[in-house]
C-alpha cells in the first residue's frame, strides 16, 4: 500500500513524502534516510521488504533531491536535513504512539541519522546504517577527506575559498560502478531522470566537512542501539569509519557486519546481496520490538 503526499520543513520548502503502509496492523515505524544524489523511488524494494514484515516504512526525498522542493543538492547545515527528519518522525510518533521507531540510513542518510541520534538522545529505539557516511573515502580530486584536525581546517578552507567564487561549483561526478556491481542497476541509475548526476556542490561540501568533524568527535556519545551493514569494497565511505563507530560508541546494543566483495549501496547490490542485507535489516529490527 504505497501513498506519496508533501511535508512543509519550517523553512518552507516542500517535501515528498513517501509511504509503504503494511495490509496487517503495524509492528513498528521506519524511517528511510536516502543517500546524496538518490531518492526514496530508488528504496521501494527494501520498503516492500520490510512492509511484508509488518513495519510501516515512510520517509521524504530530502530538501534539493528527487521531487522535493529547495536547490537541487544544495545544502548549507546539515542540521537542516536533520531537521526535516525529526518533524516528519514526530508526526508519525504523535499518529502511532504505542509503535517504536526506527531509522534507516544510507550513506549521507546514516550521517545524518548519526547527527540526528546525537542531537536528539532516545528519540530513536535504534539505527541502521548502510555504508555510512563517517569517513569520506578518496572520491573528490584525490583527497582523503576524513575527519582529522588537520585535514578538516584544509578542506574547511579550501571549500570557504571555492564559496567565495561560486557556491554551486560541483566537483566531480557519480561512478555508477563505485555503488553496485549490478549491471542492471547502472541501467535502471542511468535512466532515472529525478538522480542527481552533476557532482557534489562546494557548499554542500563544506556543510559535511563540518557534520563530519562533529561527527567523528561525539562516537563515543552515540548511545542508540544499531546495526551497521557495510560492503567490504566500498571506496565513497570507508568501512574504517564503520568500525570506528563501532568501537567507539558507548551504547552495548550494536552490531557490526561486512559483506564480502560488495560496494557502496548494499540495498542496489546484486539481488543474493540485497535480499540478504534486507532480511539482516528486518531481522535486527525484529529482535529489538
Given at each position: 500500500?504505497?501513498s ?14 513517501h509511504c509503504?503502509k503494511?495490509k ?22 527494501v520498503?516492500e521488504f520490510?512492509?511484508?514484515?509488518g513495519?510501516y516504512v515512510?520517509?521524504?526525498d530530502h530538501?534539493?533531491h528527487g ?8 545544502i ?6 536533520c531537521?526535516?527528519?525529526i ?17 534507516v540510513?544510507h ?6 541519522s ?7 538522545k ?5 539505527m541502521?546504517?548502510?555504508g555510512p557516511?563517517i569517513i569520506?573515502g578518496p572520491?573528490?580530486?584525490g583527497?582523503d577527506l576524513?575527519s ?6 584544509v578542506?574547511r578552507?579550501?571549500f ?6 561560486n557556491p ?11 555503488l553496485?556491481?549490478?549491471e ?5 541509475l542511468k535512466n532515472?531522470e529525478l ?11 563544506l556543510a559535511?566537512?563540518d ?7 561525539q562516537?563515543?556519545e ?6 551497521i551493514i557495510?560492503g567490504?569494497?566500498d571506496?565513497?565511505?570507508n568501512p574504517?569509519?564503520s568500525?570506528?563507530?563501532y ?7 550494536k ?12 540495498f542496489?547490490?546484486?539481488p543474493?546481496v ?13 529482535e529489538r520490538i
Open positions: 500500500m504505497y506519496e503526499d508533501e511535508l512543509e520543513n519550517p523553512r518552507g520548502e516542500k517535501l515528498a513524502v509503504w503494511p496487517e496492523t503495524a509492528r513498528a515505524l521506519v524511517f528511510l534516510a536516502h543517500g546524496f544524489s538518490e531518492h526514496l523511488g530508488f528504496y521501494h524494494e520498503a520490510l512492509t511484508k514484515e513495519f515512510f520517509g521524504h530538501v534539493g521531487k522535493s522542493g529547495g536547490l537541487r543538492a544544495y548549507e547545515n546539515v542540521d537542516d536535513y531537521d526535516d527528519v518533524q516528519h518522525c514526530s508526526l508519525m510518533k504523535a499518529k502511532y504512539p504505542d509503535l517504536k521507531l526506527f531509522i540510513g550513506s549521507m542518510g546514516g550521517m545524518i548519526v547527527r540526528a541520534s546525537l542531537r536528539n532516545d528519540f530513536f529505539h535504534g541502521v546504517l548502510n557516511l569520506p572520491q573528490i580530486l583527497m576524513r582529522t584536525a588537520i585535514k578538516t581546517f578542506s578552507n579550501v570557504k575559498f571555492l564559496c567565495w567564487f554551486e561549483t560541483a566537483l566531480g561526478r557519480p561512478d555508477l560502478r563505485r553496485t556491481r549490478d542492471d542497476m547502472h541501467e535502471v532515472d538522480r542527481w548526476t552533476g557532482g557534489c556542490k562546494v557548499r554542500l561540501l559535511f566537512t557534520c563530519l568533524d562533529a561527527n567523528i568527535n562516537l563515543s552515540v548511545q542508540t542501539p544499531f546495526l557495510h567490504s569494497e571506496i565513497l565511505c574504517g569509519g568500525h570506528l563507530l568501537r567507539q560508541s558507548i551504547c552495548e546494543d552490531k557490526i557486519k561486512v559483506y564480502d566483495g560488495s560496494k557502496h549501496q548494499l542496489l547490490e546484486l543474493h540485497r535480499k540478504e542485507a534486507f532480511q539482516d535489516v528486518a531481522d535486527w529490527i525484529k
